[in-house]
C-alpha cells in the first residue's frame, strides 16, 4: 500500500514545480533574413478598391414593401390599442384571479345566500313574462332586494351612490332636452301662439 502512494504521490508532486525553457537556434542551421510583417500575403492590401453597388430590387422587395406601408396605419392603431387594453386586461385578470381566491376560501354560509340571491334572479324571469322592460328590471330588482337582506351595509352604500349617479345622469339629460327644447321651440319664426302673431 505505501509503494503505490509513493508511486502516485511522485509524478503529481512533479506536475506543481515551473521550468524556464530557452531556445536557441542551432549552431548548423543557415542564416535566414527576416521578414516584415506587412511583406506577409496575410497582411496584404488588395491593389483594386472596392466599390459598393446597390442591387436593384426584385418584384418580390417592392411588393413586400407596399404591403408594409399599406398595412402602417392598421399595425400602429393595432400596438395602440393595445397599450391601452393591456391595464384594463391586467386589471381583469388580477380581478378573477382575486375572486377565485374569495371563493376558494370563502366565509361560512357565503354559499347559501349566493344560492338565493341567483333563486331570486331567476324567480325575476319567470315573473317578467310578456315585457321586454319587465326582463330588465325584475332580475336585478329581485337579485338586489335579496342581496340587501344579507348584505345591509354594502346595500345602503351601494344606493347612496347609484342614487347620486342617477341624479347627475338625470341632470345632464335634463340639460340636453332643455338645450334642444331652447334650440328647437324657442326660435322667433318657430313659435306659433306668440301675442304678435294673432
Same mark, same amino acid.
Given at each position: 500500500?505505501?509503494? @503505490?502512494?509513493?508511486?502516485? @504521490?511522485?509524478?503529481?508532486?512533479?506536475?506543481?514545480?515551473?521550468?524556464? @525553457?530557452?531556445?536557441?537556434?542551432?549552431?548548423?542551421?543557415?542564416?535566414?533574413?527576416?521578414?516584415?510583417?506587412?511583406?506577409?500575403?496575410?497582411?496584404?492590401?488588395?491593389?483594386?478598391?472596392?466599390?459598393?453597388?446597390?442591387?436593384?430590387?426584385?418584384?418580390?422587395?417592392?411588393?413586400?414593401?407596399?404591403?408594409?406601408?399599406?398595412?402602417?396605419?392598421? %399595425?400602429?392603431?393595432?400596438?395602440?390599442?393595445?397599450?391601452? %387594453?393591456?391595464?384594463?386586461?391586467?386589471? &381583469?385578470?388580477?380581478? =378573477? +384571479?382575486?375572486?377565485?381566491?374569495?371563493?376558494? #376560501?370563502? *366565509? *361560512?354560509?357565503?354559499?347559501?345566500? +349566493?344560492?338565493? !340571491? =341567483?333563486?331570486?334572479? @331567476?324567480?325575476?324571469? &319567470?315573473?317578467?313574462?310578456?315585457?321586454? !322592460?319587465? /326582463?330588465?328590471?325584475? *332580475?336585478?330588482?329581485?337579485? =338586489? &332586494?335579496?342581496?340587501?337582506?344579507?348584505?345591509?351595509?354594502?346595500?345602503?352604500?351601494?344606493?347612496?351612490?347609484?342614487?347620486?349617479?342617477?341624479?347627475?345622469?338625470?341632470?345632464? =339629460?335634463?340639460?340636453?332636452?332643455?338645450? &334642444?327644447?331652447?334650440? #328647437?321651440?324657442?326660435?322667433?319664426?318657430?313659435? /306659433? #301662439?306668440?301675442?304678435?302673431?294673432?
Amino acid at each position: 500500500m505505501f509503494k @503505490v502512494i509513493q508511486r502516485s @504521490v511522485g509524478p503529481a508532486s512533479l506536475s506543481l514545480l515551473t521550468f524556464k @525553457v530557452y531556445a536557441s537556434p542551432r549552431k548548423d542551421s543557415p542564416h535566414k533574413t527576416s521578414v516584415k510583417v506587412n511583406e506577409l500575403s496575410l497582411y496584404s492590401v488588395p491593389e483594386s478598391p472596392s466599390k459598393y453597388v446597390d442591387e436593384p430590387r426584385t418584384q418580390l422587395e417592392e411588393s413586400i414593401s407596399h404591403i408594409r406601408h399599406y398595412c402602417e396605419p392598421y %399595425t400602429s392603431w393595432c400596438q395602440e390599442m393595445y397599450s391601452q %387594453t393591456k391595464p384594463k386586461m391586467q386589471s &381583469l385578470v388580477q380581478w =378573477g +384571479l382575486d375572486s377565485y381566491e374569495y371563493l376558494q #376560501n370563502a *366565509p *361560512p354560509g357565503f354559499f347559501p345566500r +349566493l344560492g338565493v !340571491i =341567483g333563486f331570486a334572479g @331567476v324567480l325575476g324571469l &319567470l315573473l317578467a313574462r310578456g315585457s321586454k !322592460i319587465k /326582463k330588465l328590471v325584475y *332580475p336585478p330588482g329581485f337579485m =338586489g &332586494l335579496a342581496a340587501s337582506l344579507y348584505y345591509p351595509q354594502q346595500a345602503i352604500v351601494f344606493v347612496q351612490v347609484s342614487g347620486e349617479k342617477l341624479y347627475d345622469w338625470g341632470l345632464r =339629460g335634463y340639460i340636453v332636452v332643455e338645450d &334642444l327644447w331652447k334650440e #328647437n321651440f324657442q326660435k322667433p319664426g318657430n313659435v /306659433k #301662439n306668440s301675442p304678435g302673431n294673432k
